[in-house]
């Protein structure tokens, strides 16, 4: 049977200038905005404990899946990324899932952390409102990715950099206040549910590193340079969202902070006191790790909606490149479009629910691909391999179900949502298609 290829383009005129560094703070500047809020909320749901046994499950899925993932990515480093590999694996159909899930995943994270923007800001100056944060975070962000990747990545490293640098730096001012009684203290028994319900904030802690499948056309030597990145990046990750999640914890009463969006300059203000010098810097600074995700987050949406208009899925002005700059300009403005309406309409932790819920669904997705390219193409160039395979992607695959489980049981009307936004969409699609 003949492999299936995506629908013939013209040549992608995107520049191949990415490094190592600058892939390795595309990666972690996705996330990290996920180690200053969000992750929070799953302490209501679980308490530390429950909401530790989540994080680890969530840790070692991550862990599994990036190294999985990470085949497939220098394999085929195209912008469509999870798209690109479910269409050559399974055909079109799968390719749309696929695509329709990483756009939930990258258009739904940035509302969530503007939100959140506006809320460090309200907190820094009352005067300041949230959603004028928020709405104003679009414009300027969207702007700035409008000028040329070469500009936005260099960007991404300054201010990953610094965010990864000002985590550090509070742990290091947190560590003397721990204590492990607090930790413990005030907690529920630790329940399966309590476990599983959790889960989508403790996703929250890595959701969007798979976003540098999305830049691998502009990365330079791609075989090596997205190996690296990726395995730097996660690596950096989980001591970064395990060590600033239990610190907290055991620094403060963990229940004030469990429904907040600034937890982190909240846990300095009540251990250093809110007159410190150091409360007022951090919150000034944690702005840089919320605005890394935003841009790199604005970055990988753009590449989905871009990608998946260049093959015919989106209307294909959408595909559209700036003379000037060489950036997708109108992708970009469509996705900042519906997260704006998506800002309005929803609540902060809907909002990551639905985002986790599209991720979930992509992991699944480039999972099944893996497997399936190993069978169909045994002799694809593979410039990284997974380790253990075929354990490890099989543990990811387990885990990846397990966690998807868990988040439409407990949230099932978003779900319902989703499954029904991917059912009339596929539709039409499907009959688009049939008319062409």
Sequence with gaps: MPILEPPSHSPTTLQKVITTPQLWAIAVGMVISGVYFGWNYGWAVAGTLGFLVATLIVTVFYLTFIFSYTELTAAIPEAGGAFSYAFRSFGPVMGFIAGFATLVDFVMAPPAIAFALGSYAHFLHPELSVMGGAVSTYVAFIAINLFGMRESANFSLIVTLLSVVELIVFMGLVFPYYKTENFVA????????????????????????????????????????IAKG???????????????????????????????????????????????????????????????????????????????????????????LNQRFRTP?????????????????????????FSVLGAMVMYLTSLASLFRLRQTEPHLERPFKTPFYPWVPLLSLGLAVLCLVAIVYFNLTLSLFFLGLLSVTLVLFLWTRKHQ
Aim: hydrophobic fraction near 50%.
């Design 186 to 225: 005030y907690n529920p028994p630790i329940t399966a549910g309590g476990v599983f319900e959790a889960l989508p904030f403790a996703i929250w802690f890595y959701i969007a590193i798979e976003g540098v499948a999305m830049v691998a056309e502009e990365v330079k030597d791609p075989k090596r340079t």
């Design 230 to 320: 990726y395995i730097l990046s996660i690596v950096t990750l989980v001591v970064l969202a395990l060590g600033t999640m239990i610190l907290s914890g055991g620094a403060t009463d963990w229940r004030t902070l469990s429904d907040m969006d600034y937890p982190l300059p909240e846990t300095l203000s009540v251990t250093l006191g809110k007159t410190s010098a150091w409360t007022g810097l951090f919150a000034s600074l944690g702005l840089f790790g919320l605005i890394a995700s935003f841009h790199c987050n604005t970055i990988g949406y753009s590449r989905q909606i871009y990608a998946l208009a260049r093959e015919g899925y989106l209307p294909r002005q959408l595909a559209t």
């Design 329 to 353: 300009h109108w992708a970009l403005l469509a996705g900042g479009a519906v997260g704006l309406i998506a800002l309005f309409a929803g609540k902060t932790d809907d909002i990551i629910v």
